[in-house]
């Protein structure tokens, strides 16, 4: 029996989470599902683990019920719920969502587009995996030394109060010269920014909505119309010549 991942919102601290698990997923695999409100991974895939700062009690199949308390970050994507008594590894599609674009292949799979590459989560048995051995590793280094982090956040907070540009207008931004004051930020930096925090939902909202064609109305009274037209001019002779 394939996993079956439901999550409804019973309190603002409780979630639902009903897993089966199942021998043909390995460990290190990840599912999406639209249905999640919360994102909740095994600890050896997260880095960073910390106390939560609001803890969640997790109430799964067969009554089974266990309370989360800590967090992590899931490389390259954002921080997510971690505990060892998850039976699955879930990311939520909505939070994913928030921060993303994400394109679907129907009956194929579900891809999230990221700043340096792609994640796609390839349809099997029913649901949406993707094994993050493939690519936890790729985007982002956990390896981040204390001053690459602080100019990350100089990054991100540059890119908040620029109006949420994209990463491309962002970086432009910073290597034109063209503002006084600016922050020394690099090229990386900005990459590392949006690899560690994601995308910025200001950003992203509103850009995957589709939006209805319309026709613009013309006001007919301004149309020009076709007119016979003379022309009238003065010639002046000079000697032999016409002016």
């Not at 109430?59 to 921080?79: A, I, M, Y």
């Not at 949406?128 to 493939?134: L, T």
Request: hydrophobic residues 35%; positive net charge.
């Amino acid at each position: 029996m394939p996993i079956d991942v439901r999550t409804r919102l019973i309190n603002p601290r409780t979630k639902q989470v009903n897993s089966v698990s199942d021998n043909r997923f390995k460990p290190t695999e990840i599912l999406i599902d639209n249905q999640a409100n919360v994102s909740i991974v095994h600890p050896d895939l997260a880095r960073n683990i910390e106390p939560a700062k609001k803890q969640v009690k997790i109430n799964g199949v067969g009554g089974h019920q266990f309370t989360v308390k800590s967090t992590g970050f899931l490389d390259p994507l954002f921080p997510v719920y971690v505990s060892e008594q998850t039976k699955a590894n879930i990311l939520s599609f909505a939070q994913v969502e928030d921060q993303y674009p994400i394109t679907y292949t129907p009956q194929e799979s579900f891809t999230i587009h990221l700043p340096r590459g792609d994640i796609t989560f390839k349809r099997r048995d029913g649901m949406y995996v993707a094994d993050w051995n493939d690519y936890r590793d790729v985007f982002y280094s956990s390896v981040c030394t204390k001053a690459q982090e602080d100019r990350a956040k100089k990054a991100y907070e540059l890119a908040r109060t620029s109006g949420y540009p994209s990463v491309n207008e962002l970086i432009h931004l910073i290597e034109d010269g063209n503002i006084v004051g600016m922050p020394s930020l690099t090229r990386e930096d900005v990459l590392r920014a949006y690899d560690m925090y994601g995308v910025p939902t200001a950003y992203v909202r509103g850009k995957m909505t589709k939006k209805p064609i319309s026709r613009a109305s013309i006001d007919e009274s301004l149309l020009m119309t076709d007119k016979k037209q003379k022309l009238y001019s003065d010639v002046m002779h000079f000697g032999r010549s016409m002016f």
